[in-house]
């Protein structure tokens, strides 16, 4: 999630994934196996329109199969009202940008080093 979003559930899943990456490549537990780096992390958007997204990625192909798997959460349906239209416009918007018919929006979490090859 994005560090931004308004849930403070998100902003925390944000923090702990940022950190969890982090701390997967330090060898400090050689029971639980080797280190993992990630090559990249990435926040994305839910309800709240990221400024300055830094990739997008073109969902077209999928987006019928996201809002289906968003229907399942139907317990948020009365708590986050007008979610599924925001997604959808936020996807809409988003390709719009990208030169497709729907995209997400992703930003580099900086804190966290990459390797480019």
């Known amino acids: 999630h994005s560090i931004n979003d ?5 902003r925390n899943v944000h923090v702990i994934t940022k950190e969890a990456a982090w701390k997967s490549y330090e060898n400090i537990h ?6 993992h780096r990630a090559d990249i992390l990435l926040e994305y958007e839910v309800l709240q329109l990221m400024p300055d997204p830094e990739i997008l990625v073109d969902t077209t192909g999928f987006h ?3 809002r289906k798997a968003l229907r399942i959460y139907q317990s948020q349906e009365n708590i986050i009202t007008g979610a599924h239209q925001f997604i959808d416009a936020a996807a809409t918007a988003r390709g719009y940008t990208a030169g497709c018919k729907f995209a997400e ?13």
Do not use: M, Q, T, Y
């Open 6 to 10: 308004h849930h403070r559930d998100h």
């Open 30 to 35: 050689p029971e639980l196996g080797n280190p």
């Open 64 to 66: 019928e199969v996201k």
């Open 105 to 117: 929006a992703f930003r580099l979490i900086k804190s966290h080093p990459c390797i480019i090859e």
